[in-house]
């Protein structure tokens, strides 16, 4: 009865290759999101869908390519691997509407690119 | 925009001490915050969150944390430190102006346990 679940845990791949990553809640949530975990910890916000619509693209180069095909799912496809893609990848999902926001994580997802 | 600083970027606790993790943030109004903590090669979990209300609130496993918004900061609390708590921990500040919930983390603080 995993609440956000990622797939696969682990990526290793070579630079420029092209690679997807996987997301799904049970949540019931309406909100989903991308987060991207540096080497020195810090989570930064990649991309917000609400209702399979695109709500918060923060900077991100257009080689990382979100896509919602139901609330359920959001999946993250990146184009032309680089070395600095290198990073875990959370996924996230929340409640929009009500009073409470809280965002729920997935377990990540280690990328490593060679 | 909004903005979080964990200035302690390692924290060394004895088992059974008490501890406090310090979270300052900066935004234009009242924020939501948030604390998650996350072990070794896990995701993330909401230990306790900040919306209205009582400023000293109660999250799961015995933290707790208070809103004292003339310092602008939400300090993590814990009474009695068990070796499992080491982990990294997370303040996150949210917008109010938006159910879609942009978190700003700070960049997080190590504890570490010492028996």
């Known amino acids: 009865d995993t609440a956000v679940s990622q797939t696969p845990k682990y990526l290793v791949t070579q630079m420029g290759n092209d690679k997807s990553i996987k997301c799904e809640q049970n949540?019931?949530?309406?909100?989903m999101y991308w987060y991207k975990q540096d080497s020195k910890k810090f989570l930064k916000i990649m991309f917000s869908?609400?209702?399979?619509?695109?709500?918060i693209n923060e900077t991100v180069p257009n080689r990382f390519s979100p896509k919602s095909p139901d609330k359920a799912h959001l999946n993250l496809h990146i184009n032309s691997l680089e070395l600095g893609d290198s990073a875990v990848y959370f996924c996230?999902?929340?409640?929009?509407?009500?009073?409470?926001?809280?965002?729920?994580f997935g377990p990540g997802t280690r990328l490593t690119v060679t | 925009a909004q903005s979080v600083t964990q200035p302690d970027i390692h924290i060394t606790v004895s088992e059974g001490a008490s501890l406090e993790l310090r979270c300052n943030y900066s935004?234009?109004?009242?924020?939501?915050l948030f604390w998650y903590v996350q072990s070794p090669g896990q995701g993330l979990q909401l230990l306790l969150k900040?919306?209205?209300?009582?400023?000293l609130v109660q999250g799961i496993k015995g933290f707790e944390a208070e809103f004292k918004r003339s310092q602008s900061s939400f300090n993590l609390r814990k009474p009695s430190v068990h070796w499992s708590d080491a982990a990294e921990y997370f303040c996150?500040?949210?917008?109010?102006?938006?159910?879609?919930?942009?978190?700003?983390f700070g960049t997080g603080t190590r504890l570490l346990v010492s028996p």
């Open positions: 949540l019931g949530h309406d909100t």
């Open positions: 996150a500040v949210g917008a109010r102006n938006t159910g879609f919930q942009k978190l700003v």
């Open positions: 900040y919306f209205s209300g009582d400023t």
């Open positions: 869908y609400n209702n399979k619509e695109l709500i």
């Open positions: 996230a999902s929340s409640q929009a509407s009500g009073y409470a926001y809280e965002q729920y």
């Open positions: 935004y234009g109004a009242t924020p939501y």
